[in-house]
């Protein structure tokens, strides 16, 4: 049986971020998960303005995304608003993916120091007297 293709905006947004590495993407949550090396760097949501794609941030990335004005990812859960790690794309960027390749690598690195961050200690401290 042949796949279903995927929906336009989500392959769109896939050709987009491609320049990031290969991309992978699942269902996810009512949305779409965007993911390279096993890494998700966006998802594509609908927050009641339509489908956006929302570009993954954290400290270090985040000033670059609220200078562009990029909106951050609000949804209500249990009627209380809750905030994801996420930005919507800068609109210029959603024409290219040459103007998105930044953007796109800047979610990369946020989403691969996520990954450093939970990672568990590998050194284990030395108990033995000297």
Sequence with gaps: MPATPLPEFVSHC????????PCVVKRMFGGWGISTG???LAIIADLGDGERLWLK???TTLPQFEAAGCKPFVYLAKSKPMTLNYRSAPDDA???P???RPWGLLALDAAVRALASKAPATGRKNTSKQ
Excluded: P, Q, Y
């Excluded at 896939?14 to 590495?21: F, I, K, P, Q």
């Design 57 to 59: 941030v954290d400290a």
């Design 94 to 96: 959603m024409e290219s």
């Design 38 to 40: 096993g890494l998700t």
């Design 98 to 100: 040459a103007l998105m």
């Design 14 to 21: 896939m050709d987009l971020l491609a320049s990031t590495g």
